[in-house]
Protein backbone atom coordinates (compact mmCIF):
# COMPACT_ATOMS: atom_id res chain seq x y z
CA UNK A 1 0.00 0.00 0.00
CA UNK A 2 1.27 3.76 -1.05
CA UNK A 3 0.34 6.44 1.21
CA UNK A 4 1.06 10.16 0.25
CA UNK A 5 0.97 13.24 2.76
CA UNK A 6 1.16 16.67 1.84
CA UNK A 7 2.21 19.85 3.65
CA UNK A 8 3.84 23.38 3.29
CA UNK A 9 -0.10 24.65 2.24
CA UNK A 10 -1.54 27.77 3.79
CA UNK A 11 -2.43 31.37 3.11
CA UNK A 12 -0.41 33.75 1.53
CA UNK A 13 -0.65 37.40 -0.74
CA UNK A 14 0.00 37.36 -4.36
CA UNK A 15 3.09 37.49 -5.24
CA UNK A 16 4.25 35.18 -3.15
CA UNK A 17 5.82 31.72 -2.24
CA UNK A 18 4.71 28.27 -1.04
CA UNK A 19 6.38 25.29 -1.53
CA UNK A 20 4.67 22.08 -0.94
CA UNK A 21 6.01 18.53 0.17
CA UNK A 22 4.98 15.69 -0.20
CA UNK A 23 5.97 12.54 1.97
CA UNK A 24 5.69 8.47 -0.03
CA UNK A 25 5.47 5.57 1.83
CA UNK A 26 5.30 1.92 0.85
CA UNK A 27 6.16 0.19 -2.21
CA UNK A 28 6.96 3.05 -4.55
CA UNK A 29 9.21 1.75 -6.49
CA UNK A 30 7.69 0.92 -9.87
CA UNK A 31 5.88 4.11 -10.04
CA UNK A 32 5.90 5.48 -13.38
CA UNK A 33 4.98 9.53 -12.26
CA UNK A 34 4.24 11.57 -9.59
CA UNK A 35 2.23 14.86 -9.80
CA UNK A 36 0.59 17.56 -8.63
CA UNK A 37 -2.88 18.24 -9.33
CA UNK A 38 -5.14 20.99 -7.87
CA UNK A 39 -8.79 21.37 -7.61
CA UNK A 40 -11.14 24.35 -6.97
CA UNK A 41 -14.55 23.00 -5.47
CA UNK A 42 -17.12 22.29 -8.04
CA UNK A 43 -14.41 22.19 -10.69
CA UNK A 44 -12.56 19.38 -12.02
CA UNK A 45 -9.33 18.43 -10.95
CA UNK A 46 -6.58 19.70 -13.19
CA UNK A 47 -3.02 18.33 -13.48
CA UNK A 48 -0.52 21.32 -12.69
CA UNK A 49 2.52 19.73 -12.59
CA UNK A 50 4.18 15.87 -13.63
CA UNK A 51 7.36 14.24 -13.12
CA UNK A 52 7.80 10.98 -15.39
CA UNK A 53 10.03 8.22 -14.36
CA UNK A 54 13.20 9.07 -15.77
CA UNK A 55 12.11 11.89 -17.93
CA UNK A 56 11.62 15.66 -17.47
CA UNK A 57 9.13 17.58 -15.70
CA UNK A 58 6.04 18.78 -17.37
CA UNK A 59 3.53 21.88 -16.63
CA UNK A 60 0.31 21.42 -19.08
CA UNK A 61 -0.87 24.42 -17.82
CA UNK A 62 0.14 28.17 -17.54
CA UNK A 63 2.42 27.37 -14.42
CA UNK A 64 5.73 26.57 -15.81
CA UNK A 65 7.87 29.34 -15.05
CA UNK A 66 6.17 30.00 -12.02
CA UNK A 67 6.05 26.81 -10.63
CA UNK A 68 8.89 23.98 -10.28
CA UNK A 69 7.98 20.04 -9.26
CA UNK A 70 11.12 18.36 -7.98
CA UNK A 71 12.11 15.22 -6.09
CA UNK A 72 14.49 13.47 -3.51
CA UNK A 73 14.41 9.92 -4.31
CA UNK A 74 16.68 9.22 -0.80
CA UNK A 75 13.90 11.08 1.01
CA UNK A 76 10.40 9.58 -0.98
CA UNK A 77 9.84 13.53 -1.08
CA UNK A 78 8.50 15.01 -4.34
CA UNK A 79 8.35 18.89 -3.79
CA UNK A 80 6.16 21.70 -5.65
CA UNK A 81 7.57 25.24 -5.44
CA UNK A 82 5.13 27.76 -6.12
CA UNK A 83 6.21 31.53 -6.91
CA UNK A 84 4.19 34.85 -8.08
CA UNK A 85 1.41 33.32 -6.80
CA UNK A 86 -1.88 34.57 -8.34
CA UNK A 87 -5.07 34.21 -6.76
CA UNK A 88 -6.51 31.91 -9.40
CA UNK A 89 -4.04 29.36 -7.83
CA UNK A 90 -6.36 28.98 -4.85
CA UNK A 91 -7.23 25.67 -4.59
CA UNK A 92 -6.90 22.29 -3.04
CA UNK A 93 -3.01 20.93 -4.08
CA UNK A 94 -3.00 17.08 -4.09
CA UNK A 95 -0.13 14.97 -4.69
CA UNK A 96 -0.58 11.68 -7.22
CA UNK A 97 1.48 8.96 -7.71
CA UNK A 98 0.72 6.87 -10.79
CA UNK A 99 1.80 3.55 -11.48
CA UNK A 100 -0.33 2.64 -14.37
CA UNK A 101 -4.18 3.39 -15.34
CA UNK A 102 -5.46 1.01 -12.71
CA UNK A 103 -3.18 1.84 -10.03
CA UNK A 104 -2.54 5.66 -8.16
CA UNK A 105 -2.62 6.72 -5.05
CA UNK A 106 -3.80 10.36 -3.90
CA UNK A 107 -2.59 12.42 -1.05
CA UNK A 108 -5.59 14.07 1.22
CA UNK A 109 -4.95 17.23 -0.14
CA UNK A 110 -3.64 20.42 1.13
CA UNK A 111 -5.37 24.26 1.05
CA UNK A 112 -3.08 27.31 -0.91
CA UNK A 113 -4.92 29.99 -0.07
CA UNK A 114 -3.78 33.35 -2.63
CA UNK A 115 -5.24 36.89 -1.61
CA UNK A 116 -5.02 39.83 -3.66
Known amino acids: QVQLVESGGGSVQAGGSLKLSCAASGNINRRNAMGWWRQVRGNKRELVAVLPRGGRANYPGAEEGRFIISRDDAKNMVYLQMNSLKPEDTAVYYC??????????WGQGTQVTVSS
Open 96 to 105: NMYFSDYEEY
